[in-house]
């Protein structure tokens, strides 16, 4: 395997990882009727360590997969942000809940790949696997992620406010997830 190819296999299990514990912790989160938010401060700091660390390991790909920069880039942005705001302060407790979930669609992607690594591209499971992710990724990035933003620039616009960086990293998710889509 060349040094590249390396390098993403790295990233997809590293990347696999972070969905499952993200996903799931906002699966638990949602499933505990949201009574302890510190659950959602304790995941900050590991989404945070994934996003720069694969940024940084991935930085020989950067030319190849502009796109992945980008995602790091306002995924860190926005992470920073939740991580200055205080506990329990609703947008980026509602954010974070939608950004761990949003997770969820990584791990179709990421079996996707490893199946078409492995020499099985054409394989049913890997067309299950791309059509889950497909089903995952609009359900909770595009709909459910805009229903969010939208939810949350309507009734608590002036709490996003006082929320720093936050709105504008929020509004930069959005559009990234847009050109993604489409």
């Not at 809940?97 to 690594?117: D, G, V």
């Not at 394989?123 to 933003?149: D, E, K």
Request: with cysteine; charged share 15%; hydrophobic share 50%.
């Amino acid at each position: 395997m060349d040094s590249k190819r390396q390098v993403r296999f790295a990233s997809y299990v590293v990347s696999l990882v972070h969905a499952v514990v993200s996903g799931g912790t906002g699966i638990r989160w949602m499933l505990s009727n949201r009574q302890n938010p510190s659950i959602m401060w304790r995941i900050m700091p590991f989404m945070m360590g994934y996003f720069i660390s694969d940024t940084w390991s991935t930085r020989t790909l950067w030319r190849e997969y502009p796109i992945d920069l980008v995602h790091h880039i306002v995924a860190c942005w926005m992470v920073s942000s939740w991580m200055r705001c205080r506990p329990g302060f609703l947008p980026p407790t509602t954010f974070a809940e939608c950004a761990m979930i949003t997770e969820l669609s990584t791990i179709f992607l990421n079996i996707a790949w490893f199946l078409k690594e492995a020499g099985y591209g054409s394989s049913i499971a890997t067309r299950i696997s791309m059509i889950l992710f497909a089903l995952v990724f609009i359900g909770t990035r595009i709909v459910w992620g805009t229903a969010v933003t939208y939810k949350v620039h309507i009734h608590h616009f002036q709490l996003l406010l006082k929320s720093g960086h936050l709105l504008y990293a929020l509004y930069g998710v959005m559009l990234m997830q847009c050109k993604c889509s489409g």
